[in-house]
């Protein structure tokens, strides 16, 4: 089992930049795919990003490439999402997620088996 803590979240203009870290405990970090979800008020929590247990590849979603980056330091047992160019439609809880599946990545909510509480982004205009 793993428990997953995300930071850094908070209020930024359009245009600014966040990095949100998910600091998880356990030995076995390196063992779990990880991935970004965030949910909006009113709205289903979507797929953001994810990366493979290496960290060597990663997926992202649509509205979110170019702009943000997954990254993760195993021997720290964190995983990062870098937030680049930030909109005002980005602004949501962001929840990081672990999960047991064994495809490289993952991008189905309902196949992540752990979750953090989350941290609020707000991008004002």
């Known amino acids: 089992q793993v428990q997953l803590v995300e930071s850094g979240g908070g209020l930024v203009q359009a245009g600014g930049s966040l990095r949100l870290s998910c600091a998880a405990s356990?030995?076995?970090?390196?063992?779990?795919?990880m991935g970004w979800f965030r949910q909006a008020p009113g709205k289903e929590r979507e797929f953001v990003a994810a990366i493979r247990r290496s960290g060597r590849n990663t997926a992202y979603a649509d509205s979110v490439k170019g702009r943000f980056s997954i990254s993760r330091d195993n021997a720290k047992n964190t995983v990062y999402l870098q937030m680049n160019s930030l909109k005002p439609e980005d602004t949501a809880v962001y929840f990081c997620?672990?999960?047991?599946?064994?495809?490289?990545?993952?991008?189905?909510?309902?196949?992540?088996?752990?979750w953090g509480q989350g941290t609020q982004v707000t991008v004002s205009s």
């Open positions: 356990g030995r076995t970090f390196s063992s779990y795919v």
């Open positions: 997620a672990a999960s047991n599946a064994r495809q490289a990545l993952v991008v189905m909510r309902s196949e992540y088996d752990y």
